[in-house]
């Protein structure tokens, strides 16, 4: 929506000037907030297929290496947790990624070591804006390198202590994911509206002219192909 509702501009009332254009603004942008952009979220064991991307891309692990989860691991002064009370037990690392075992995680995070798990976060697009066509994109947050210990490296492992966007973990993900066979293409983010003159084909938004509530009230499934 572009317009204040009946109840949100009584709120206005009595104001004048400066005041009233800087409430009228405020409210205005709220009505334009697009969560899945503008803000962050910790992101817990979606983030774990990175750090198994960055030890395979390494060469640190392999998928039949075996690891132990008694339910946690030391680490520090810290006895960090797996999410099954009681641990996986011995499992390979394909079962670990499957499991989503959080000790398997840690162990990964620790070869690959701080230094390139900064660089490949840099690398996944986490420290930059995506240039999504929506207004206001954050960036979410992660530990420099001097505060970046064993213990922040473990809990990053597998997505803990740090925060993203919504559409950064989207993009981030895509790559992933094929568009089509045999092909180098991949998929990429971007705001779709359908066709006004045929209503199943999807084009687009102008990135000046973006109708968000069309798009978010629209029940046509978006298809694969897109003009």
């Known amino acids: ?18 005041k009233y254009n800087e409430a009228y603004n ?22 774990k297929p990175f750090t198994a991307a960055m030890a395979l891309e390494e ?30 037990g011995q499992l390979t690392f394909a079962q670990g990624f499957e499991h989503s075992c959080n000790p398997v995680f840690m162990n990964l995070g620790a ?15 986490f420290m930059s804006s995506t240039g999504f066509d929506l207004p206001g994109e954050a960036k979410g947050t992660f530990h420099s390198m001097d505060r970046f210990n064993e213990v ?8 803990q202590g740090f925060s993203v966007t919504p559409i950064q973990m989207i993009t981030a993900t895509l790559p992933f994911l094929e568009a089509a066979p045999n092909t180098n293409s991949f998929v990429s983010a971007f705001v779709a509206v ?28 978006c298809p694969a192909k897109i003009n």
Not at 152 to 159: I, K, Q, R, V
Not at 200 to 218: C, E, H
Request: aromatic share 10%; charged share 25%.
């Open 1 to 18: 929506p572009f317009t204040l509702s009946k109840e949100m501009k009584s709120d206005l009332k009595g104001l004048k000037g400066k």
């Open 26 to 47: 405020e409210k205005l942008t709220k009505l334009w907030r697009n969560k899945a952009v503008v803000d962050t979220y910790e992101p817990g064991s979606t983030f």
């Open 59 to 88: 060469n640190l692990v392999s998928l039949n290496d075996t690891f132990s989860c008694n339910g946690g691991l030391q680490v520090e002064d810290y006895y960090i947790r797996c999410w099954k009370d009681g641990g996986h």
């Open 111 to 125: 070869r690959v070591g701080s230094e390139k798990v900064i660089k490949y976060y840099k690398k996944f697009g």
């Open 152 to 159: 922040e490296l473990a809990t990053s492992s597998f997505g």
């Open 194 to 221: 359908p066709l006004e003159a045929s209503p199943k084909l999807w084009q687009r938004a102008a990135p000046t002219n973006i109708p968000i509530t069309v798009i978010a009230a629209s029940e046509e499934p």
